[in-house]
């Protein structure tokens, strides 16, 4: 069995070890070890998430229009999704011969540029077009990364809710706005870390919590502000003295909070539930993670950053019910599979681009239900083998076997990818590790207005907002409010909006994306080292142990 290893990032130059076991997962995937730390690894997988703009767009095959993040510079055409997965185009025809003459990575390349892509992911959607990632929904609008929700506008990372505005990584919430990370949340609002709570506002780390206001780490409670415990109708006189219709109010009471969350709440040293003998945060059910996030039900993996379960896998991100699979990026049902970016239900293929229900498939792009074919063309079981075999040892003479798809493959700029978000880069760093970077200019609009302009309160608003375009004032960026947007404003006594909704939604994401990098500390009650998972910028002063966390909090 392999020794551990220590090494300088290639990206980074900092020191990073690999384990005994890190080294025998990429032994059997034989592929090299990694170069580089986890973080640098993953901004690189990650910089081909796009989560850019939408745009209105037409499909290169009907002219159909077409509604897409992907940016206008994306280096191959694009095709409505149905479309693409018709039959009304054969990927085959850019099939081309492999010259080893030449770098493979530079042909994939070239290929990739010629074949089509969808213009979104998603399926069984009913008028969700203005979506990403996008599935079983319906009603939905300006949405990313989602699952069987119903009239949700502004969500990101939201599974099974419905009728709420500008939530995050949530399950099972309803008219909730300004959400992270809450579960089963009723008329919920500006709150963090809640489960089964309901009519409440700027709750952090509560439980089955009604009627409460600016509270933190509160269990079974009701009528509580500032966490002092009221009867019910003091607790409504007392918020008569809270003006939470104003925008100005809000931003107030949002530092005001956060604040508190810093210097008042505990914190528990990571988030995961039922996990053994792993490492990592936002874990359930794992067995034997090493150095993962966002990971469920999931079983002998290593540095993997977003999975559903997944088995002997290392090195990737967004990994659904896939098996013994190798830096990959958004593979899907997949099993065996090497360097792979959005591939879906494919088996033992290497270096394949937005290929579905394929096997046995090296260095292809848009292939639906193909085996044996490299760089787009078919080859008989014998020939792949040897061909492959042919391809594999020429990248190794150049240095390029096991690499991941180079950044010319990326489909946007690094700016408008996931790794902007997790990862930040200047154009300047992002330039000079290889990436792209987007250029977008800001258009100018007749009769707009300065987001900063808008009224106050919701009381003062009338409906003929739902015509204006507003510029917000952080992003120059235009948007607007759409007419069910605003009729949720005014149900619910929620201020108009006055910045862009992307830069609202990343926004409310940021501590979420400062929550996953490990970090030294002493426990608030016990005093002795831990390792927690909120990076130092957040401030956090009380951090505890799980198991005095449970004992104190839970």
Same mark, same amino acid.
């Given at each position: 069995?392999?020794?551990?290893?220590?090494?300088?990032?290639?990206?980074?130059?900092?020191?990073?070890?690999?384990?005994?076991?890190?080294?025998?997962?990429?032994?059997?995937?034989?592929?090299?070890?990694?170069?580089?730390?986890?973080?640098?690894?993953?901004?690189?997988?990650?910089?081909?998430?796009?989560?850019?703009?939408?745009?209105?767009?037409?499909?290169?095959?009907?002219?159909?229009?077409?509604?897409?993040?992907?940016?206008?510079?994306?280096?191959?055409?694009?095709?409505?999704?149905?479309?693409?997965?018709?039959?009304?185009?054969?990927?085959?025809?850019?099939?081309?011969?492999?010259?080893?003459?030449?770098?493979?990575?530079?042909?994939?390349?070239?290929?990739?540029?010629?074949?089509?892509?969808?213009?979104?992911?998603?399926?069984?959607?009913?008028?969700?077009?203005?979506?990403?990632d996008w599935w079983e929904s319906k009603e939905c609008y300006l949405c990313r990364s989602g699952f069987q929700n119903e009239f949700l506008s502004y969500a990101y990372r939201v599974w099974a809710s419905k009728e709420s505005v500008d939530v995050a990584h949530c399950y099972g919430v309803e008219q909730c706005y300004d959400c992270l990370f809450c579960f089963k949340c009723y008329r919920?609002?500006?709150?963090?870390?809640?489960?089964?709570?309901?009519?409440?506002?700027?709750?952090?780390?509560?439980?089955?919590?009604?009627?409460? @206001?600016?509270?933190?780490? /509160?269990?079974? =409670?009701?009528? &509580?502000? !500032?966490?002092? *415990? %009221?009867? #019910?109708? +003091? $607790?409504?006189?007392?918020?008569?003295?809270?003006?939470?219709?104003?925008?100005?109010?809000?931003?107030?009471?949002?530092?005001?909070?956060?604040?508190?969350?810093?210097?008042?709440?505990?914190?528990?040293?990571?988030?995961?539930?039922?996990?053994?003998?792993?490492?990592?945060?936002?874990?359930?059910?794992?067995?034997?993670?090493?150095?993962?996030?966002?990971?469920?039900?999931?079983?002998?993996?290593?540095?993997?950053?977003?999975?559903?379960?997944?088995?002997?896998?290392?090195?990737?991100?967004?990994?659904?019910?896939?098996?013994?699979?190798?830096?990959?990026?958004?593979?899907?049902?997949?099993?065996?599979?090497?360097?792979?970016?959005?591939?879906?239900?494919?088996?033992?293929?290497?270096?394949?681009?937005?290929?579905?229900?394929?096997?046995?498939? @090296?260095?292809?792009?848009? /292939?639906?239900? =193909?085996?044996? &074919?490299? !760089?787009?063309? *078919? %080859?008989? #079981?014998? +020939? $792949?083998?040897?061909?492959?075999?042919?391809?594999?040892?020429?990248?190794?003479?150049?240095?390029?076997?096991?690499?991941?798809?180079?950044?010319?493959?990326?489909?946007?700029?690094?700016?408008?990818?996931?790794?902007?978000?997790?990862?930040?880069?200047?154009?300047?760093?992002?330039?000079?590790?290889?990436?792209?970077?987007?250029?977008?200019?800001?258009?100018?609009?007749?009769?707009?207005?300065?987001?900063?302009?808008?009224?106050?309160?919701?009381?003062?608003?009338?409906?003929?907002?739902?015509?204006?375009?507003?510029?917000?004032?952080?992003?120059?960026?235009?948007?607007?409010?759409?007419?069910?947007?605003?009729?949720?404003?005014?149900?619910?006594?929620?201020?108009?909006?006055?910045?862009?909704?992307?830069?609202?939604?990343?926004?409310?994401?940021?501590?979420?994306?400062?929550?996953?990098?490990?970090?030294?500390?002493?426990?608030?009650?016990?005093?002795?080292?831990?390792?927690? $998972?909120?990076?130092?910028?957040?401030?956090?002063?009380?951090?505890?142990?799980?198991?005095?966390y449970q004992q104190n909090i839970s």
């Amino acid at each position: 069995m392999p020794t551990q290893e220590t090494k300088s990032c290639s990206g980074c130059n900092q020191r990073f070890t690999l384990t005994a076991e890190d080294l025998v997962m990429y032994e059997k995937a034989g592929v090299p070890a990694s170069d580089q730390c986890q973080n640098c690894n993953w901004s690189q997988l990650l910089a081909f998430w796009v989560i850019g703009r939408f745009r209105v767009a037409t499909s290169a095959l009907s002219g159909k229009q077409i509604i897409t993040n992907l940016p206008e510079t994306a280096p191959f055409p694009i095709y409505e999704r149905e479309e693409f997965i018709s039959d009304a185009w054969d990927p085959m025809v850019y099939g081309q011969a492999y010259d080893p003459s030449r770098s493979f990575l530079e042909q994939l390349t070239e290929l990739q540029k010629k074949v089509p892509h969808p213009h979104q992911l998603g399926n069984k959607n009913v008028n969700c077009q203005w979506t990403d990632d996008w599935w079983e929904s319906k009603e939905c609008y300006l949405c990313r990364s989602g699952f069987q929700n119903e009239f949700l506008s502004y969500a990101y990372r939201v599974w099974a809710s419905k009728e709420s505005v500008d939530v995050a990584h949530c399950y099972g919430v309803e008219q909730c706005y300004d959400c992270l990370f809450c579960f089963k949340c009723y008329r919920l609002k500006y709150s963090f870390n809640c489960h089964d709570s309901m009519d409440s506002a700027f709750l952090y780390d509560c439980r089955n919590v009604q009627n409460c @206001f600016m509270s933190w780490n /509160l269990r079974n =409670k009701s009528y &509580c502000i !500032l966490n002092q *415990q %009221y009867t #019910k109708e +003091e $607790y409504e006189q007392k918020m008569k003295e809270y003006n939470v219709k104003s925008f100005a109010s809000v931003q107030q009471l949002k530092q005001q909070f956060w604040r508190k969350i810093a210097e008042e709440a505990v914190h528990r040293a990571n988030m995961n539930i039922q996990v053994f003998n792993s490492s990592g945060n936002f874990m359930t059910e794992n067995k034997n993670c090493i150095h993962c996030n966002f990971l469920d039900k999931s079983e002998n993996c290593r540095r993997l950053l977003r999975g559903f379960q997944a088995k002997d896998t290392i090195e990737a991100i967004c990994a659904g019910l896939v098996e013994q699979s190798t830096r990959t990026a958004l593979d899907q049902f997949g099993y065996g599979n090497t360097c792979v970016l959005y591939a879906t239900n494919c088996r033992y293929s290497m270096y394949v681009d937005n290929c579905e229900d394929c096997e046995y498939c @090296f260095g292809c792009v848009g /292939l639906k239900k =193909k085996k044996y &074919c490299i !760089l787009n063309k *078919q %080859y008989k #079981k014998e +020939e $792949y083998e040897a061909l492959v075999e042919k391809i594999k040892a020429d990248m190794k003479a150049r240095g390029e076997w096991g690499s991941f798809m180079p950044f010319a493959m990326a489909y946007g700029g690094y700016n408008i990818s996931l790794a902007q978000v997790l990862f930040p880069k200047t154009k300047d760093e992002a330039l000079e590790m290889g990436a792209k970077w987007e250029e977008s200019p800001v258009p100018s609009y007749q009769g707009a207005i300065a987001s900063d302009e808008l009224s106050d309160s919701i009381d003062s608003v009338t409906d003929d907002i739902v015509k204006q375009r507003i510029i917000c004032v952080e992003t120059k960026l235009s948007y607007n409010i759409a007419p069910r947007e605003l009729a949720f404003y005014k149900q619910h006594g929620i201020p108009p909006p006055q910045r862009h909704f992307d830069w609202r939604t990343f926004n409310l994401y940021k501590p979420m994306a400062l929550m996953f990098k490990p970090q030294k500390g002493a426990c608030y009650y016990c005093k002795s080292e831990i390792e927690h $998972y909120y990076d130092p910028s957040l401030g956090y002063q009380k951090i505890a142990c799980v198991p005095c966390y449970q004992q104190n909090i839970s």
